[in-house]
């Protein structure tokens, strides 16, 4: 493989923080006392009563209803160790099969935002490309570690 600057694994590398950097900033740019406050699972909430599919709807309604507070930390909590795991390259293909199914739950829930289903797409695209080319070969703690 020819590249030009970096070698392979180093882009890979370069993909898989970059990847992370979007997650943490999914985390930095909520308003956090409102998100905890519930206003994110209200927004969420508003998206699956209005859903296209009653699986979406209902499964909202079982799981996510009952716990907004939970489900709000939930999420916020995840974004934040995708993004940091991402980075540092710490259980790095855990990371990026959790953002993965994180980004396939928001594809599937914001099936009617345009905006949302693009950054959705590629996100769930770069997870799927630093996966298999398995980026935390180089630049990582897993590396340095020597885990996976």
């Given at each position: 493989m020819e590249t030009v600057w970096?070698?392979?694994?180093?882009?890979?590398?370069?993909?898989?923080?970059?990847?992370?950097?979007?997650?943490?900033?999914?985390?930095?740019?909520?308003?956090?006392?409102?998100?905890?406050?519930?206003?994110?699972?209200?927004?969420?909430?508003?998206?699956?009563?209005?859903?296209?599919?009653?699986?979406?709807?209902?499964?909202?309604?079982?799981?996510?209803?009952?716990r907004p507070r939970a489900m709000a930390y939930l999420v916020a909590c995840a974004e934040l160790a995708l993004g940091l795991g991402l980075i540092a390259g710490f259980l790095t293909p855990v990371a990026l099969v959790g953002g993965l199914l994180l980004n396939g739950l928001y594809f599937t829930l914001m099936i009617h935002d345009w905006a949302e289903q693009g950054q959705n797409s590629m996100m769930a695209l770069i997870s799927v490309v630093a996966l298999f080319g398995m980026s935390w070969q180089t630049w990582s703690l897993d590396s340095a570690l020597g885990l996976f």
């Open positions: 970096l070698g392979g694994a180093e882009w890979l590398a370069v993909l898989r923080i970059g990847l992370g950097l979007w997650w943490l900033e999914s985390w930095r740019h909520k308003d956090k006392k409102t998100w905890f406050e519930g206003a994110g699972i209200a927004w969420a909430a508003d998206m699956a009563a209005k859903h296209r599919w009653n699986a979406v709807r209902s499964g909202f309604e079982t799981v996510v209803v009952p």
